[in-house]
């Protein structure tokens, strides 16, 4: 689907009482998530009197959070890099290259592109057994390319759940099952020296001769890899294969064969092809006599298994460009539920699709304050999200009335302006420049990765006017991350954007918040924390306990009684007087976080001034049910 297609009232819910509705988007490329894009009468927004924060005035150009997206595959599923080996997909990160795909008439072809995003989640899982033995563990939303197009894991053929799904015998498109990487054993090593030495050495292939000189000191002064065992080990095969082909191979346009003028190290790579089950011609060269060739036949998928079986050195020759991908088609055996929730991962790449485990694999993609539109606070929160896509004109025209007089204005106080949708609707950089132009000081707080993309702006603009970030990092524990914030950038991630907003000569403080009590709070993982966060350069730390607002808090309810169903009885205590967090709780917390920041040098000076102006006096303590505050919640 294209963006510039989906309109509303041509398929996709229209909201008739959404003031200024241009249309309704749905896109693959954020899967279950329904974006909203209206023409706002006013973005800036004044913040209620009393509301104890240190900012009268904000801008959120959304309204929901796409943060909370579907995701697909376990993190263990081996996905194919542009380099034509393979990578975990939970250790993938934004900027690798790796392979997608583009049709070509009637078929695909693979073509390198970059991870443009990388998500997690909770989910419940499913596991599609392949006839070939392959498993691949998904959610029921995410979608294969099967020979009669996409396909969700999950459907129905009835009913609301009605979509195309997989069904045993379903055949899948993709590239052949991937062979597991060679040790760099002995064996492996002598048999790569004994390929390479004996088909050109160091005469060639800067890749290959950096590996030769790596292995070469554990055989020391012997050369005695110089001989082709009479009965080879597997190790030994395929380092031999990966050494010839180095120096005497080539591949392209889907072919992958070896050229060599020694008849022994011929046959030798020919016996080895045999061995694991390559088909294979072998021929002689008619122009040069005493030459023989060693084609591989099979097409991209037996070129891709070679490769991944021997791990050739040479960058060049292992690239698959151009490959035709679809003779090799997969029959889905059985699709099961697992009967529990998993973390499972996501990207987004520039092709829309990657290669997972050898199948073609789609992209898939304030909680209160968005009642006011009849929407929920979970679910809707998560996958209806309005967008303002006037905000930076109409702020520019609001900034430019006489009564403007130019005070702070704080973003992502309700909502994330740095959500994941904001990389497609790039607003923040016409609202910064806003801002920045009519001499407004602003600061950001965020827990997305896309404000990487404007340091470079707020670097400039910080210039002209006091800019202050601020990244929300709550915690360090991936598994817990994984439930609580499904969808957002790891801590990992994040305190990379902390590292890269001080190198730009940002402020960038970081809240530590929401604390869960018995979850998060102990000395021990504050600690860490913060330790992290001196390391990253943080400017400075507050800690904010988790306060339960109406809406968040029945959200929240729901998720403690499932994942945590003995802590729900001392929550209600806690949080029996309204949406705040006891007065002895936060005591008590604050007597254990205060000697940490110290030790680790990040206790404020005297309070929180997002303006970089001189400290202020911090706000007063909240009652024990203070009014509302707009705060960007992690839950």
């Known amino acids: 689907m294209r963006w510039d297609r989906q309109r509303a009232g041509e398929g996709e819910p229209a909201l008739p009482g959404l003031e200024g509705l241009v249309r309704s988007v749905r896109s693959p490329e954020f899967d279950g998530v329904t974006f909203h894009e209206v023409n706002a009468r006013s973005v800036l927004n004044k913040v209620p009197a009393g509301s104890g924060v240190p900012f009268g005035w904000t801008v959120n150009p959304y309204r929901g959070c796409s943060h909370a997206c579907t995701y697909c595959l376990e993190g263990g599923t081996q996905i194919l890099l542009a380099d034509g080996r393979t990578r975990a997909l939970s250790e993938l990160k934004a900027g690798d290259e790796i392979y997608g795909t583009r049709g070509h008439g009637a078929a695909r072809r693979l073509v390198p592109t970059r991870v443009l995003a990388h998500w997690t989640t909770l989910r419940d899982a499913y596991r599609v057994t392949l006839e070939d033995g392959t498993r691949l563990v998904a959610s029921g939303d995410h979608r294969f390319l099967t020979s009669k197009g996409w396909k969700h894991v999950t459907g129905s053929k009835l009913g609301a759940a009605q979509r195309p799904h997989l069904t045993p015998g379903t055949e899948l498109i993709g590239v052949g099952r991937f062979a597991p990487t060679p040790d760099e054993t002995l064996g492996y090593r002598a048999g790569y020296l004994c390929g390479m030495l004996r ?244 600061s950001i707080l965020t827990k997305g990765t896309v404000l990487s993309r404007d340091l470079p702006l707020l670097q400039d603009v910080a210039r002209d006017v006091p800019v202050s970030l601020a990244v929300s990092i709550a915690l360090l524990d991936r598994e817990l991350q994984h439930r609580l914030e499904p969808g957002t950038p790891s801590p990992q991630a994040r305190l990379e954007l902390v590292r890269k907003a001080r190198e730009a000569g940002l402020p960038c403080s970081v809240l530590v918040a929401p604390v869960l009590p018995w979850l998060t709070d102990s000395a021990e993982a504050l600690d860490a924390l913060f330790a992290r966060l001196a390391e990253a350069g943080a400017s400075s730390v507050t800690v904010i306990p988790l306060h339960l607002r109406p809406g968040a808090r029945e959200w929240f309810g729901r998720w403690l009684a499932g994942a945590y169903p003995a802590l729900v009885p001392r929550y209600r205590e806690l949080y029996a007087k309204g949406s705040y967090v006891q007065k002895a709780y936060r005591e008590r917390l604050g007597e254990r976080v205060a000697p940490l920041l110290r030790r680790h040098g990040l206790a404020p000076k005297t309070g929180y001034d997002p303006r970089g102006q001189e400290p202020q006096p911090p706000p007063p303590a909240p009652p024990d049910d203070p009014p509302a505050v707009e705060q960007l919640r992690l839950l």
């Not at 016996?271 to 072998?282: D, I, Q």
């Not at 304030?366 to 809707?380: P, Q, S, V």
């Not at 130019?406 to 609202?431: F, S």
């Open 199 to 442: 088909s050109g050495g160091f005469a060639a292939e800067p890749d290959a001769a950096a590996r030769a000189v790596e292995y070469l000191p554990d055989f020391g002064a012997s050369v005695g890899f110089l001989k082709v065992p009479s009965d080879p080990d597997a190790h030994w095969r395929r380092g031999f294969l990966a050494g010839v082909f180095d120096l005497a191979g080539s591949h392209g346009r889907g072919v992958l064969s070896v050229a060599h003028d020694e008849p022994e190290i011929a046959d030798a790579f020919a016996a080895a092809l045999t061995a694991f089950g390559f088909a294979h011609h072998l021929d002689e060269v008619p122009k040069f006599p005493a030459r023989q060739e060693v084609r591989l036949l099979g097409g991209a998928a037996e070129v891709l298994r070679f490769l991944h079986l021997s791990n050739p050195a040479v960058g060049w020759k292992r690239s698959l460009d151009g490959s035709v991908i679809g003779a090799s088609r997969r029959l889905v055996e059985a699709i099961e539920p697992l009967g529990l929730q998993l973390p499972l991962f996501d990207i987004t790449t520039g092709t829309g699709d990657f290669i997972a485990d050898g199948m073609v694999s789609h992209n898939c993609f304030a909680r209160n304050t968005h009642t006011y539109l009849d929407f929920d606070a979970g679910h809707d929160f998560d996958t209806q999200v309005v967008v303002k896509i006037n905000a930076p004109q109409v702020l520019a025209a609001q900034l430019k009335r006489p009564s403007w007089r130019r005070e702070h204005v704080a973003m992502g106080t309700n909502t994330d302006p740095y959500q994941r949708a904001e990389g497609r609707y790039r607003l923040m950089p016409g609202i910064i420049t806003a801002l920045a132009r009519s001499g407004t000081p602003l």
